[in-house]
Structures are given as structure tokens and as C-alpha cells.
């Protein structure tokens, strides 16, 4: 699977929005991007996923470039709970399931 | 909302104990995984389970790991005889099918080995 590399932190605050960029150069044509998070020491939870199109859901929305080489999540007004470590994954999958790699993250603070 | 439910929540063990570590995946999922997180490092994937069999492992998961589904609703991680190094946050994840890489995440088992 690609490398994908994001900023070590990030601070945002309150009611802003939270653009948390990530670099995956090397993606493949089959490969998605996925993000999740971590709320300390929590399970990691699924944000958002696109293969080539711009996605938005009820949490989020990810912008990928044209050349699909980048891209952004956007978390539109955060709040003190969006405070989290944020991974950008790239993976094909396959039928044996996902083997993500949650690499090192950015650590998003939301402050007042 | 449906939930991946782990316990214990946290197990202490000594060294060269044996482990089981349990969960209950979403009802009408597919596809199990077991991933961990020492303190302080990145989640890390340990192996998935598709039909009753392993269909991918991680080099970390070696001889002394092993899962089962034992009864159509548990996913059990049993770590054989623990080491030191085996102290982590243990997360179990379930998902839908192939086509998606949206796997929910239990809260995790936090396994002390002393």
C-alpha cells in the first residue's frame, strides 16, 4: 500500500474548520484513501473514504486531487471533541479483507 | 447503533500465562481483525478471519497467537504463552464485506503483562 505522510500536529479552534492534509504520491489507481481517528486511546473510528471524487458525510468531507496525489479532510465546524489523533490510510483492500497501516497520524487539538 | 463489544476491558497476566482476549463483531458482518497498540506507538494490524479461517497475518503474529470463532458470535484472540512485550491495548475490528474498508473498532482490552 502507499506511503501516506501528514503533519505531526495541528491546532483549530472551536467552530473553525479543521483542514488536516495528508500526501499519498506514490497511490496507486486502485487504491482509496481512508481516514479515521483515535480519541485517546479509544478504538479508532472510520471518518471517511473516496477513490477519486470529492465525498462529504455527516462528519466529514475529503477533498483528493485531480492527479489524486493529495489530499484534505475537512471537518467543517470543529468542536472540543474532534480533539483526536487523525490517520490518512491508503488501501486497495482485497477479498481477505484491510490490513491498515494507522501510521504516526496528526494530532488534531480543538481549542475553546 | 450496532457496536464491536471487547472483554475483559483490561487483564493483568504473568508472564507465560496463557490469554484469551474476547469480542463480539456486528451480527451480520463478514470479515474480523484483531489490531494493538503499545502505549505510546501506532495501531498496528495483527491478522484478519473471513470464513471460518485466517486470511491475513502480520509478521508480529506468530506461533504463539492464535484466533477462532468459536460459536458464530465471539472472535477470540488467545496469546499462548505472554511475554513482556506483549503488553498493548488489543482492538477488535469488524466489517461488512470487501468492498469496504469501514471497519468498526471495539473499545479494546488492555492486556498488562508482569
Known amino acids: 500500500d502507499a506511503k501516506t505522510t501528514q503533519p505531526t500536529s495541528m491546532d483549530c479552534a472551536e467552530g473553525r474548520a479543521a483542514n488536516l492534509p495528508c500526501n499519498h504520491s506514490?497511490?496507486?489507481?486502485?487504491?482509496?484513501v481512508y481516514w479515521y481517528r483515535q480519541i485517546h486511546s479509544q478504538g479508532p473510528q472510520y471518518i471517511i473514504h473516496g477513490l477519486k471524487n470529492n465525498e462529504t458525510n455527516e462528519m466529514a468531507s475529503l477533498i483528493i486531487t485531480e492527479d489524486r496525489k493529495s489530499s484534505t479532510l475537512i471537518l467543517p465546524h470543529a468542536t472540543l471533541r474532534d480533539t483526536a489523533v487523525y490517520y490518512c490510510i491508503v488501501n486497495h483492500g482485497s477479498n481477505s479483507g484491510y490490513a491498515l497501516n494507522f501510521g504516526k497520524g496528526t494530532s488534531l487539538l480543538v481549542t475553546p | 447503533e450496532p457496536e464491536v463489544t471487547q472483554t475483559p476491558s483490561h487483564q493483568v497476566t504473568q508472564m507465560g500465562q496463557e490469554v484469551i482476549l474476547r469480542c463480539v463483531p456486528i451480527?451480520?458482518?463478514?470479515?474480523f481483525y484483531w489490531y494493538r497498540q503499545i502505549l505510546g506507538q501506532k495501531v498496528e494490524f495483527l491478522v484478519s478471519f473471513y470464513n471460518n479461517e485466517i486470511s491475513e497475518k502480520s509478521e508480529i503474529f506468530d506461533d504463539q497467537f492464535s484466533v477462532e470463532r468459536p460459536d458464530g458470535s465471539n472472535f477470540t484472540l488467545k496469546i499462548r504463552s505472554t511475554k513482556l512485550e506483549d503488553s498493548a491495548m488489543y482492538f477488535c475490528a469488524s466489517s461488512g464485506g470487501s468492498d469496504t474498508g469501514e471497519l468498526f473498532f471495539g473499545e479494546g482490552s488492555r492486556l498488562t503483562v508482569l
Open positions: 506514490t497511490i496507486s489507481g486502485n487504491e482509496y
Open positions: 451480527s451480520n458482518h463478514l470479515y
